[in-house]
């Protein structure tokens, strides 16, 4: 059948059915420049079954593409990974056009589509036989949802990882060994940092339970983004990387500023930094946002974070981008608080007792200059900079 949207074969039975979502920027407060991707599979067997759905707003184009290959009325089965709109959003509307046999889900997965939709659905066997192969489901809770799951066809050796692996990025390739590698580390770190950080625990507990799992492992099939094909150890490995924090000789100094004077002091602690010969980034909240922030935080073992003080409080961007950073926990950091007031001088106080919170050393107090920074300030931030950035470069090389 012709068609303006069409499936692509991604195994001898498996064809992916998704959508190419070009124009998003924004995914729940996160900045997705590249777009993204809304990976829906189906499987061809005795039970034709779809993975997955797509986005509200991309019904029409999942449908087109699931026509090119068989008639959507033919589909026995559909399995939801996870409830998440993006991947649910359509699949009141699939379940009432196909008119599946039945609809699987996790436990968690069939209480939050009750909740979001109002359908019922079947929690999923540990196995379930489609005729000469079978899907096998491990439930990932809070990877990154309660009711998270990944999906195993064995026939194709196919891991539908749901969330898992993905990275926001739309394109015109459906694999991920057809893109650049420095575009795919960066969307790949990005999304682990944005998404999933919090849960490195569980990751890591995942990573290691997966070789006891003997998957004949053909192909990872995530939510967002290009597929893999080969090199899963690798893929493995960076996930294990990501999720193990370890502290990494670069810096990052995140500053707001209204007057320039905290930009001053953040110039200052930089300039010390790179003395020590560590690679530090400088970013200024007035032209970056926090997902941006987040993905570079993730990278440094030694972040600093620098604000005015305005009407008594630290400087409304720098409370939005710490408390979304504490939200994703990160570790093994060396933090460092600075900033500038007028007369008040809540802003720096503030910094440094939400690094504390985030159990984030800190070996320095902070520092906060009144107005304009003196030259002596100035030097004060610089020392600051290169001890911090001595004592990153002796910690990580332990």
Not at 231 to 253: M, N
Request: with cysteine.
């Amino acid at each position: 059948m012709k068609s303006f949207y069409n499936a692509e074969k991604i195994s001898d039975n498996v064809w992916w059915v998704g959508a190419v979502d070009w124009s998003v920027r924004n995914f729940h407060g996160y900045l997705t420049e590249r777009g993204t991707t809304y990976n829906a599979f189906l499987v061809i067997d005795e039970k034709v079954t779809l993975i997955d759905t797509v986005k509200t707003g991309f019904f029409d184009e999942m449908m087109e593409r699931i026509s090119t290959v068989i008639e959507p009325e033919k589909i026995d089965y559909i399995v939801s990974n996870h409830a998440e709109p993006d991947h649910s959003g359509s699949l009141p509307q699939a379940i009432n056009a196909i008119k599946p046999e039945k609809v699987f889900a996790s436990a968690m997965g069939a209480k939050t589509l009750k909740a979001y939709y109002g359908i019922d659905v079947e929690v999923v066997p540990a196995s379930l036989s489609l005729g000469t192969g079978n899907l096998s489901f491990v439930e990932t809770k809070m990877l990154h949802w309660p009711d998270s799951m990944i999906s195993f066809y064995d026939r194709d050796g196919v891991l539908f990882s749901q969330d898992a692996f993905g990275q926001h990025l739309a394109g015109s390739k459906l694999w991920a060994d057809e893109y650049q590698a420095e575009i795919l580390e960066h969307e790949m770190s990005k999304y682990y940092a944005n998404i999933i950080n919090a849960q490195s625990a569980k990751v890591l507990a995942l990573l290691d339970a997966l070789p006891g799992l003997n998957l004949p492992l053909q192909i990872i099939a995530p939510d967002h983004g290009p597929l893999f094909r080969k090199d899963f150890g690798d893929v493995f490995a960076a996930y294990r990387r990501y999720a193990e924090q370890k502290p990494q000789a670069q810096a990052v100094v995140v500053f707001a500023t209204m007057w320039h004077a905290t930009e001053a002091l953040a110039r200052a602690f930089a300039d010390g930094v790179r003395s020590s010969g560590v690679p530090v980034e400088l970013i200024d909240l007035a032209v970056s946002e926090r997902s941006a922030v987040m993905t570079v935080v993730a990278k440094s073992g030694l972040v600093a974070f620098g604000a005015p003080t305005m009407n008594n409080q630290v400087f409304p961007a720098m409370a939005d981008v710490l408390t979304y950073i504490k939200g994703l926990k990160p570790l093994n950091k060396i933090g460092f608080a600075f900033g500038s007031c007028g007369w008040s001088g809540e802003g720096a106080k503030q910094i440094a007792a939400e690094l504390e919170n985030m159990k984030i050393e800190q070996p320095l107090a902070f520092i906060q200059s009144k107005y304009m920074p003196t030259r002596e300030e100035l030097l004060k931030a610089f020392d600051a900079g290169a001890s911090l950035a001595g004592m990153l470069v002796k910690n990580t090389s332990c």
